[in-house]
């Protein structure tokens, strides 16, 4: 499904402020993967994100960002493949939790679709969408990269913060 279909102002926010570029607001969307936005809440509410970077930029794909200051525990991959329904399609603007080959190796590190990539719909955890500052994501992607993808220049998550609407999230389930 879309991540229109998913808006609801019930919904928890985010705002991403990129250091020298803007501000990306996204929703995060409790009822397609619960245990992953309560690992975001998380890890947001305890500034973790804060001084990360987007070590990771590929045109025409996603950014993505959120790989740095400690090991966590790994979370269960709210998605198709690994036995859970979420129907959310990796559109652009789409927020999903990044991975390893190992479908239960999620932690921090999440990307945003720059453009639609529906190779990895029902493989990761679709999770929220941008409501503004897609400008932001297609600023980011067009930096000059090496040829791993990651930027010459640091693109740094000055913060990370979320509004939960009063709403209280629980701890995550981790592995």
């Not at 509410?45 to 996603?62: A, K, Q, T, V």
């Not at 129907?87 to 999620?106: K, Y």
């Not at 029902?122 to 990269?145: C, L, M, N, W």
């Not at 509004?163 to 592995?175: A, E, R, V, W």
């Amino acid at each position: 499904m879309s991540y229109q279909t998913y808006l609801n102002p019930k919904n928890p926010t985010v705002t991403l402020k990129v250091k020298n570029m803007g501000t990306i607001t996204l929703e995060l969307f409790p009822e397609v993967a619960p245990n992953t936005v309560n690992n975001f809440i998380a890890l947001a509410e305890r500034n973790f994100y804060d001084g990360l970077i987007f070590h990771r930029i590929i045109p025409s794909f996603m950014i993505q960002g959120g790989w740095g200051k400690e090991d966590l525990r790994p979370i269960r991959g709210e998605f198709r493949t690994n036995g859970f329904v979420n129907d959310l399609r990796h559109t652009r603007g789409v927020i999903s939790m990044a991975r390893t080959n190992d479908p239960n190796s999620q932690t921090s590190q999440f990307f945003i679709m720059h453009q639609n990539s529906p190779h990895l719909d029902g493989q990761y955890a679709a999770f929220g969408g941008v409501t503004s500052g897609i400008e932001i994501v297609d600023q980011i992607v067009s930096k000059p990269r090496d040829p791993r993808d990651r930027p010459y220049e640091d693109i740094i998550i000055e913060s990370l913060t979320v509004d939960t609407k009063g709403q209280t999230y629980p701890k995550p389930q981790t592995l």
